[in-house]
């Protein structure tokens, strides 16, 4: 049972639009979301959060959403730009883990088109 | 210093083998962890270490030997793997249980069971 979804595996935009990631949960045990961004044979690099308690936390183009009652989180790029071109990852942290532990969503391959 | 880095950066292994995985962080992180990642997946978390204790095991099979030497070093020694074994592992670290918590994630060992 996947407790973080994220059901778009690809999303593809053009450069200088929005470029919007979706991302569902269903533990509300979670506290903190993160969003996590992955080169072809790099890690995850971290790339923004948000905890429980806000509804939103922006950082230069990229903003991420919380809406808690829908259990649904979601990532905005503004504007897209084709550097940003990568397999995006959503992640929770549940309250009652140990160390910062985190249950990752299976990702979202977006491709900014020049 | 804010890397965390992995030997070696690719394994082929039998499945009669005894090899090592090697991670390596100088942030002063006192939780460090491995993940796995199989292709189009999410990373899956397979141990937690805090204070160089073990405090998660996620029901990995006892061919995965994870070891916490000090601080700053974490092995994954393997044994008699099956192919179904073959995946990229990931180590990270953070602090131990500081907002936002963000993961470090070293650039992954991508191993192959044959």
């Known amino acids: 049972d996947q407790q973080v979804k994220q059901n778009s595996p690809s999303l593809s935009v053009q450069e200088g639009r929005i470029s919007i990631l979706n991302c569902d949960y269903t533990n509300s045990m979670f506290d903190y979301f993160l969003w996590y961004k992955k080169y072809p044979a790099e890690g995850p690099t971290f790339l923004i959060s948000i905890s429980s308690i806000k509804d939103k936390n922006e950082d230069g183009r990229f903003t991420v959403f919380l809406n808690k009652s829908a259990k649904h989180l979601s990532l905005h790029i503004v504007p897209s730009q084709p550097g940003d071109s990568a397999v995006y990852f959503c992640a929770a942290r549940a309250r009652y883990n140990a160390g910062n532990m985190l249950t990752f969503g299976g990702g979202t391959r977006l491709m900014v088109k020049p | 210093d804010t890397e965390v880095t992995q030997t070696p950066k690719h394994l082929v292994m039998g499945m009669t083998n005894k090899k090592s995985l090697k991670c390596e962080q100088h942030?002063?992180?006192?939780?460090m962890y491995w993940y796995k990642q199989k292709a189009k997946k999410p990373p899956e978390l397979m141990f937690v270490?805090?204070?160089?204790?073990?405090?998660i095991n996620e029901s990995v099979p006892s061919r995965f030997s994870p070891e916490c030497p000090n601080s700053s070093l974490l092995n994954l020694h393997l044994h008699a793997l099956q192919p179904e074994d073959s995946a990229l592992y990931l180590c990270a670290s953070s602090q131990v249980r500081l907002s936002p918590g963000e993961l470090f994630f070293g650039e992954g060992s991508r191993l192959t069971v044959l």
């Open positions: 942030m002063g992180h006192r939780a």
């Open positions: 270490y805090s204070y160089e204790k073990l405090s």
